[in-house]
């Protein structure tokens, strides 16, 4: 199941970074994570420095 980034986001685009399989983007609002790409490793999740991402 893929992470997911709520509305807490800050957009510091430290997850972007950690993501091994580029699942995160810049969005409208905030980053965003492809489900269709994320293989659900949390290495989003352990980086981010407001605890926006979470399991979905």
């Known amino acids: 199941m893929a ?3 709520s509305d807490e986001c800050v957009s510091c685009g430290t997850c972007e970074g950690e993501c091994p ?3 995160i983007s810049a969005g409208a609002n905030h980053y965003e994570i492809d489900e269709s790409v994320c ?3 949390g290495a989003c999740e352990a ?3 407001v605890g926006a991402i979470s399991e979905k």
Do not use: L
């Open 21 to 23: 399989v580029n699942a």
């Open 3 to 5: 992470r997911v980034i």
């Open 47 to 49: 980086a981010c420095p």
């Open 39 to 41: 293989i659900d490793c």
